[in-house]
């Protein structure tokens, strides 16, 4: 019989200390950011600053892209000749 009431002597002290810990848990502010975690957030920050820095010059090497084929579309290739000359390649045709 004292071995049955120290069992549940210890479970109960067992139960209560649990739940004293869990609302402490819950009532205590979240932890702060380690170290290691403050450098991964400024990696990953400069990581995406330079992948926008890269769409644009992308951006701008697509763009130049477009502008040179539009004028050459407009004035016409031209290809030189037998004798030394530019002749204009027709619309529509590949050399």
């Known amino acids: ?21 869990f609302i402490a848990r819950r009532r205590s502010p979240a932890i702060a950011p380690s170290d290691a975690l403050k450098r991964i957030e400024a990696r990953i920050s400069e990581m995406q600053q330079s992948l926008d820095a890269v769409a644009i010059e992308v951006e701008r090497i697509s763009e130049a ?16 000749d037998a004798k030394g000359g530019r ?9």
Do not use: D, N, W, Y
């Open 1 to 21: 019989m004292v071995v049955a009431l120290m069992g549940q002597l210890c479970g109960t002290v067992l139960i209560i200390s649990l739940i004293v810990a």
């Open 65 to 80: 892209q477009r502008f040179a084929t539009k004028l050459l579309s407009e004035r016409g290739a031209s290809v030189p």
């Open 87 to 95: 002749e204009p390649v027709p619309r529509g045709v590949a050399r």
